[in-house]
């Protein structure tokens, strides 16, 4: 499933750990890795040996993480950390970015210039987010939103492909109502459609998903359930709107608004994997 993964980790958080994690899982064993450092635009004499240092640190990133010189792309560039992840990713035409982060919450990320705030919005790849308060376990149980919506059966078929030839692999997905709903004549709500769909799109890929329906705040209900299930890993998929200005600038609005994929990136107890709709489809 990926067969390209851009790894901007900048080397104080547990990013190298969630990509062995990744490793030893089945649709990522065969996936190149690119490891990317971006040094901080600047002139002079001291330029060179900053690359040489950025060369040195994804050497030993490597090594970290398990790699042989023959199975990772070493990337260097120079400059703005936030759009140059975005710019590599789109050069290497990226399945997947993962990143770092302190799990800042939105005025925090604003105020301290988020490099992976950043790119988590505006991104429209898959992104990873690992955050440096988490203890990384190995991807066995995996938890996904489940909306009714295209880029929601995005999520689905991704967190499907993600565990189906994990031993004793599990998925959940979950949807939430804002407010509680009352059932037809039938017995049923809008709900249990959206998850009998959900469920039979699973079993299709040959993955057996376990339903839930919570409801109550969306991004609160998400990381309540991915805290019950034990989740390893939380696919989440995203409609957010992305910034109609300029991309040098946040979407401020929306970083003080209600965004649901903000949240569940701050207080999920698990890593984030964002899925949002291409670009192509809206």
Do not use: W
């Given at each position: 499933?990926?067969?390209?993964?851009?790894?901007?980790d900048s080397g104080t958080g547990h990013?190298?750990?969630?990509?062995?994690?990744?490793?030893?899982?089945?649709?990522?064993?065969?996936?190149?890795?690119?490891?990317?450092?971006?040094?901080?635009?600047?002139?002079?004499?001291?330029?060179?040996?900053?690359?040489?240092?950025?060369?040195?640190?994804?050497?030993?990133?490597?090594?970290?993480?398990?790699?042989?010189?023959?199975?990772?792309?070493?990337?260097?560039?120079?400059?703005?950390?936030?759009?140059?992840?975005?710019?590599?990713?789109?050069?290497?035409?990226?399945d997947l970015i993962v990143m770092g982060?302190?799990?800042?919450?939105?005025?925090?990320?604003?105020?301290?210039?988020?490099?992976?705030?950043?790119?988590f919005q505006l991104s429209t790849r898959?992104?990873?987010?690992?955050?440096?308060?988490?203890?990384?376990?190995?991807?066995?149980?995996?938890?996904?939103?489940?909306?009714?919506?295209?880029?929601?059966?995005?999520?689905?078929?991704?967190?499907?492909?993600?565990?189906?030839?994990?031993?004793?692999?599990?998925?959940?997905?979950?949807?939430?109502?804002?407010?509680?709903?009352?059932?037809?004549?039938?017995?049923?709500?809008?709900?249990?459609?959206?998850?009998?769909?959900?469920?039979?799109?699973?079993?299709?890929?040959?993955?057996?998903?376990?339903?839930?329906?919570?409801?109550?705040?969306?991004?609160?209900?998400?990381?309540?359930?991915?805290?019950?299930?034990?989740?390893?890993?939380?696919?989440?998929?995203?409609?957010?709107?992305?910034?109609?200005?300029?991309?040098?600038?946040?979407?401020?609005?929306?970083?003080?608004?209600?965004?649901?994929?903000?949240?569940?990136?701050?207080?999920?107890?698990?890593?984030?994997?964002?899925?949002?709709?291409?670009?192509?489809?809206?």
């Amino acid at each position: 499933m990926f067969h390209n993964l851009l790894i901007a980790d900048s080397g104080t958080g547990h990013v190298e750990e969630m990509v062995r994690m990744l490793r030893a899982i089945p649709p990522c064993r065969q996936a190149r890795i690119n490891l990317l450092h971006v040094i901080p635009e600047q002139g002079g004499d001291d330029l060179q040996t900053h690359r040489q240092r950025a060369s040195e640190l994804v050497a030993e990133a490597a090594r970290r993480i398990g790699l042989e010189p023959n199975e990772v792309n070493s990337v260097v560039r120079e400059g703005d950390t936030k759009q140059t992840v975005l710019k590599v990713a789109d050069e290497l035409n990226a399945d997947l970015i993962v990143m770092g982060s302190r799990g800042l919450g939105r005025l925090q990320s604003i105020l301290s210039n988020s490099a992976s705030q950043y790119v988590f919005q505006l991104s429209t790849r898959p992104m990873l987010l690992v955050r440096d308060d988490l203890y990384i376990r190995a991807i066995n149980r995996v938890l996904v939103t489940v909306d009714g919506t295209g880029v929601g059966d995005d999520a689905i078929r991704l967190a499907c492909e993600l565990v189906r030839d994990i031993p004793g692999g599990s998925l959940t997905g979950v949807h939430i109502s804002r407010q509680d709903i009352i059932p037809s004549r039938g017995g049923r709500t809008p709900a249990d459609d959206v998850l009998d769909k959900a469920v039979q799109k699973a079993r299709s890929l040959g993955v057996t998903m376990d339903p839930l329906h919570r409801t109550g705040d969306i991004g609160r209900s998400v990381c309540t359930v991915a805290e019950e299930v034990k989740a390893d890993l939380v696919v989440i998929a995203s409609q957010d709107r992305r910034p109609l200005v300029a991309q040098a600038l946040v979407d401020l609005d929306r970083l003080l608004g209600s965004s649901v994929s903000d949240y569940i990136r701050v207080h999920a107890p698990a890593p984030v994997l964002l899925v949002r709709e291409p670009e192509g489809r809206r």
